[in-house]
């Protein structure tokens, strides 16, 4: 688990600064996802060993979060639909969701090895399948913008990135149950 945290918080640094650099909306929704999902490992780590009700509260905590954080990013993409902006770079948004693709794949193996029944734990694969999923969608996002030249793929695909999230929140707060 600690592996697992320690690459999604790096992976959050490199992609909210290379998103930023870049303008890509897929690039800082992929970054606020793994922050979460970073937060998400922490608490779990605190979890280990706790008592069945303490493991729930920490997946309810974890679907709270994602929700609160897709709805501000969903909120910025609105905006960015709404406002003028800079074409995103494809290329950055291309490499980096292939080094993210690559790090969520290591993750989401070394997380189901675990096998484990906890929610806290199952929570924490459904966020690493979802990252997985995720980081597909910023390059055929990148590949579209190439494409087209136009950015509305990397909106759109910033629009996937939190409704996605949210599912995932939601499966989380019923395991929490």
Not at 49 to 78: C, D, N, P, W, Y
Request: net charge positive; with cysteine; proline share 1%.
């Amino acid at each position: 688990m600690w592996i697992v945290l320690l690459i999604n918080f790096g992976f959050f640094i490199i992609e909210m600064t290379t998103g930023l650099f870049s303008v890509s909306m897929g690039l800082v929704a992929d970054s606020i996802d793994m922050l979460a999902d970073a937060l998400v490992y922490g608490m779990s780590l605190l979890a280990v060993g706790a008592a069945t009700i303490r493991k729930k509260r920490v997946a309810l905590f974890s679907g709270i979060i994602q929700i609160i954080l897709a709805l501000l990013g969903l909120t910025e993409v609105v905006r960015r639909f709404t406002g003028i902006e800079q074409m995103p770079h494809f290329q950055t948004m291309i490499v980096i969701s292939l080094l993210a693709l690559v790090a969520n794949s290591i993750c989401l193996w070394f997380l189901q090895r675990q096998n484990s029944k906890d929610a806290h734990m199952k929570a924490s694969v459904i966020f690493s399948a979802n990252d997985v999923i995720i980081n597909i969608g910023v390059i055929v996002a990148g590949l579209l913008i190439w494409l087209t030249d136009s950015m509305i793929p990397d909106l759109i695909v910033g629009i996937i990135i939190f409704l996605i999230v949210i599912q995932g929140a939601i499966r989380i707060l019923k395991l929490a149950k």
